[in-house]
């Protein structure tokens, strides 16, 4: 029996980047749904079932952080992927350690091997919900 395939919702807005995110996670079965910026993306993902978001933090309009956070509010058990390359002085790190400490569950920084993506995403896909973990609260 064929598993169906968990949907990845992608917003980004620049259009190399999200040819190669969707087009990578693709061939490795995931279904792609994308938006090129987080309005549309919290619009698409109040009508769909998303196991995972894929966010770049820097775009046109309300941007990642403040997406991830409304993302995180709005849909606590699905998995959150921060991506950057960082923006105007921003480091990608200082950028994902932002989204990291609004929600999101594991970050990139840009630009990353496809392999890289793909490891990451079957990594943040097969941990247990947050609010499923039997541990307390900060352990690791």
Do not use: H, W
Request: aromatic share 6%.
């Amino acid at each position: 029996m064929a598993t169906i395939p968990k949907n990845i919702l992608l917003v980004e807005d620049d259009r190399y980047t999200l040819d190669i995110v969707s087009r990578t996670l693709q061939k490795r079965g995931y279904r792609m749904i994308i938006a090129s910026d987080m309005e549309s993306g919290l619009k698409i993902a109040r009508n769909g079932n998303f196991a995972c978001l894929i966010s770049d933090i820097f775009m046109r309009g309300m941007g990642g952080i403040e997406g991830i956070k409304a993302f995180r509010d709005q849909f606590p058990t699905s998995k959150i992927l921060a991506i950057s390359a960082g923006y105007s002085g921003m480091s990608p790190n200082d950028a994902l350690k932002a989204a990291t400490k609004i929600g999101a569950d594991a970050v990139l920084a840009k630009p990353f091997e496809p392999d890289e993506l793909t490891e990451c995403v079957a990594e943040l896909l097969a941990k247990e919900p947050a609010s499923k973990k039997s541990e307390p609260a900060g352990a690791v």
